[in-house]
């Protein structure tokens, strides 16, 4: 199972930002969001298409329809320059799949 | 406070061996699957293997398969990957995640729990 983000994508500090996660028939899956900084290792910021884990804020959101998920990021702020990935497990394999990864850029 | 901590990195000769582990403390260890999770200089995350909480399921990426192997050690509260016949391509820091549901080896499969890594870089 593959699943496709974008390398990049750029937001201006205060718009929204769109990170996409493309893969077949997405929905039936349960898709998680994660952000890394450099020199740090991964912090999950969304599970289950769209529940956040405690201490991530309101700004973060997901949605999850057809072969599509989205991480929502409202407000940016300059503190969310990071990359981020999409995982599933895939339960035809019993495998963990990751997203390439999208570097954030906020101008 | 969940805490995962790895050791057993180096650097390794082509075709040689390595044995990496992961000290787990602030939970009930043998109640939670683990997996190892790597990421590659400059590149992205990438699942290596995972192992249930009591050694039932076992998983590997097609690309370590055979060649590496999971276990666990829950009197010790410890997690291993074995690793054999490292390619160049293994390079990588190779951290120990651990997932949320207890007893869950499918759809709860995602990490809010994460060691810092252990760095393995494989080269003549």
Known sequence: YVLTQPPSVSVAPGQTAWVTCGGNNIESKRVHWYHQKPGQAPVLVVYDDNDRPSGIPERFSGSNSGNTATLTISRVEAGDEADYYCQVWDSSSDHVVFGGGTKLTVL | ?124
């Open chain 2, 1 to 124: 406070e969940v805490q995962l901590v790895e050791s057993g990195g180096g650097l390794v000769q082509p075709g040689r061996s390595l044995r990496l582990s992961c000290a787990a403390s602030g939970f009930t260890f043998d109640e939670y699957a683990t997996h190892w999770v790597r990421q590659g200089p400059g590149k992205g995350l990438e699942w290596v293997a995972g192992i249930s909480w009591n050694s039932d399921n076992i998983a590997y990426a097609d690309s370590v398969k055979g060649r590496f192997t999971i276990s666990r050690d829950n009197a010790k509260n410890s997690l291993y990957l074995q690793m054999n016949t490292l390619r160049p391509e293994d390079t990588a820091l190779y951290y120990c995640v651990a997932p949320r549901l207890r007893y869950n080896w499918n759809y709860g499969a995602y990490f809010p729990h994460w060691g810092q890594g252990t760095l393995v870089t494989v080269s003549s």
